[in-house]
Each structure stands twice: as C-alpha cells, then as structure tokens.
C-alpha cells in the first residue's frame, strides 16, 4: 500500500446559527476570539498544502488540531525572534498570546465533551528529563490552558520510552502505539505531546449488504479494486462549477464528515491549491438537505508511519526555534531548541462510522548538547474532513489519493 500522511486540523470556525443543535454541552460564541479563529483556519490550510506539495503522488492525511496544539504548548516558552516566528507560523502575528491560551483553554475543554455519541479525546503531557531546571511558569500555564499531564523522567533508563509510548496508546486508544525510539539522545531535555482520538457513528449508517465491489481510479492512472459503501436518499449536498461535496454527520450532529469531489476537469493536486479559509467557508455553505442523492464512497484505512515536520515548519517561518539561536528562555537558562515536530495519525472509515487518531510530538533538545439524479461517486481521488460544527474545529483532513480494498 503506498505512503499515507495523517494530520489533524486546527479551525475554530464559528457557525452563525446555533439553535437547533442538540448535544450535552452548550457553545458560547462570547469565549472565542474571531482573530484566533482566523489564524487557525489559516494555519490548517498552510501546512496541509506545504505537505500536499511533498506528498503529491500519495495520501495525505493530516490533523491540524494536534499540530497547532502541541507548538502552541511549545511557544509559551519562547521569546523574542524565535517567538515571533513561531506566532508567524501558527498565523498568530498581531494577536497577545493571553488571547491565543483564552480561546485554547475553552475549546479544548468544550471539545473533549461535545457529544456522548462521540468519542473525542485530546490530551497534553509534557516529559522532562530528570533534574533539568524548566520553569515554574512555563509548566503553571500548560497545565492551565492545555491541562496538561507534566512529568519528569529518567531518560537514561530502558523503560523512559516505554513509558512516553505507554502514554501516547493510551491516548489514542491503541490505535497509534509507537512514536518515540530507544535510546533517548542524551541532549533532550524534553517532549511536548499532543494526542487526539475520534470515533463516531455515523447518525445514519450505511447498509453492509449494500456495499459492493467496483474500482477506484487513483491519482497516478491506476484501477484498484475497492469495496464500495452506497446509500440514496436526503443527503447534505452541495455543488459549484469545480466541485461537489457531501456532509455527513456523527453521533447528534455536532460533529460530521465533509467529502469534497473536485470536477473531473480539475487535478485533486490542482484543486488543493485553491484551499484556504474563503473556499472552505465557500464548500460548507454550498450544503444543503437534497432528497433522492445517489452516494458512492470507499471502505479505506490510512495509516502514515511517522511525519518529519521540520522542513514544512520552517518554510512557514519557524526557521529560529530549529536553530542554535533559538530562544526558549522562557522555559529554561539553558540553550534549547526544536530539533523535531513528528505526527503520525491513522483512520478507518466504514459502514459504522469513522475511527482516527492523531500524534504531535515536540523533541527539544539542549543546544550546548545539540449522474441524471444528484450524485456523489467517488471512484477517484477526493479529499474528506471530519468537523465539530458548532465550533466548526476541522478535526482531521485529508486527500485520498489512492485506495486499496480491505
């Protein structure tokens, strides 16, 4: 099966109408700050384009969410240009960062009990070599906006990676089980890590007895032999000139999955291009409740092993915190720096519902130590969005490129 990425998105994306909605915890518009909301939106579109341009001829998969959350938890330490390029990065320039942890501090919360029907857990932990000094207000504000898990540990010893994997399986319900890889390099001084689990049922499933084999014309010119879930009948439908797109909601409706099929004129990569915050607000309001839809989409599983995200981070402008002039004074005296952000994430959809989970990890390191009716088919390349719409948070996004049966 070929490469696939997986990434979790970071959008705090207001709906204007929130009556009608149903669900165990209410949303209060008045705690989100619209400039956040923005640079989040921002943000998401920015890295999963720059991967999109690695990964062009493969899946992609990304969650933004636990990106932006774990260098968000990083940044608190940071000063003068290494901040500035971190706050650049995450769209945040021009924005106090009080105002970035306000909107964190609810969201988060509000996120990890939106919906009983929905399994949505995101969890924080930072891990601390045994007697670095690491200041008091760095660890005081990630427990209180990020409520975050904060230990130390003796790196030197065998089970020191166990027991960071440990953390990460349990947060992802075992669904990603190993991130970090033995010996710990003895200049680490510390990982930050974000972890993001969602599993939902689809509000109405489809029917296993109506699933079908048929073939999916991937990216790069190849058939491949697919099992094929359909249904018809009211369906979330929108249409424009470049593409179609389908809602489909989770659990009370709160949270739900966009599929988004380009015109067939149009490239999957072509198309990725034109993303940003317009278009998305541009694809979410041409939804509509259509009767008589004829909906085809695939079985599929991605799994994408360990992304390096270096390379991306510092095109976007974050070139000085992966640099020995990095400035985290505010987490330490000593001279640290980013020396990797790895994410890995994985999803599973079928005729139940949709199961990912997604991983963000932050390794600083001590630098003195350095159809005729409407119709959705997509027998081809796509992309797919799973949301919490009443804060309208993209959870996770990706492009299915290419698809193998299961």
């Known amino acids: 099966m070929k490469r696939m990425i997986c ?13 009608g909605c ?3 915890t209410a949303f209060d518009v008045n705690k989100v ?3 956040v909301v923005k640079s989040n939106i921002e943000f998401s579109f920015d890295i999963f384009s720059r991967l ?3 990964d062009h001829d493969k899946n992609v998969f990304i969650s933004p969410l636990s990106i932006s959350t774990a260098l968000s938890m990083t940044v608190q330490g940071a000063e003068a240009t290494t901040k500035d390029g971190m706050m650049k990065s995450l769209k945040y320039e021009g924005i106090d960062l009080d105002k970035v942890n306000e909107c964190y501090r609810y969201t988060l919360d509000y996120l990890n009990k939106v919906d009983r029907k929905v399994e949505l857990d995101i969890n924080n932990s930072i891990w601390i070599r045994q007697e670095s000094k690491i200041k008091k207000d760095f660890i005081d504000i990630n427990k209180d906006v990020f409520n975050a898990y904060v230990t130390e540990l003796d790196f030197s010893k065998a089970n020191a990676v166990d027991k960071i994997n440990k953390w990460i399986s349990d947060s992802t319900s075992k669904k990603i089980t190993k991130v970090v890889e033995p010996p710990i390099p003895q200049n ?3 990982y930050l890590i974000n972890a993001i689990y969602f599993k939902g049922e689809w509000t109405e499933k489809f029917k296993k007895g109506d699933t079908f084999s048929t073939e999916f014309h991937s990216g790069n010119g190849q058939t491949k032999e697919v099992m094929m879930m359909k249904r018809k009948g009211e369906i979330e439908y929108g249409t424009r000139d470049d593409f179609k797109v389908v809602r489909l909601p989770y659990g009370n409706g709160k949270t739900s999955m966009y599929c988004v099929l380009p015109d067939e004129s149009i490239s999957i990569n072509d198309f990725i291009k034109t993303l940003d915050a317009d278009k ?5 309001n041409s939804v509509s409740k259509v009767d008589d839809v004829k909906l085809n989409i695939p079985r599929f599983k991605m799994e994408y092993g360990i992304k390096n995200l270096n390379d991306c981070l510092i095109s976007m402008g974050m070139e000085k915190a992966f640099s020995n002039e990095a400035d985290f004074s505010g987490i330490s005296e000593k001279d640290l720096y980013i020396s990797n952000v790895l994410h890995k994430a994985v999803i599973e959809v079928n005729e139940e519902g949709s199961t990912a989970a997604g991983i963000t990890l932050v390794e600083v390191k001590d630098a003195s130590a350095m159809l005729d009716a409407p119709s959705f088919i997509a027998d081809r390349p796509f992309l797919f969005f799973i949301t919490e719409d009443i804060t309208g948070t993209i959870l996770f996004m990706g492009k299915l490129y290419d698809c193998e049966k299961y």
């Open 33 to 35: 700050n619209m400039d």
């Open 7 to 19: 990434i979790a998105v970071s959008i705090f994306t207001l709906i204007s109408i929130l009556t």
């Open 22 to 24: 149903t669900g165990d």
């Open 280 to 284: 998305w607000e541009q694809i979410k």
């Open 52 to 54: 999109n341009e690695e």
């Open 188 to 190: 680490t001084a510390m």
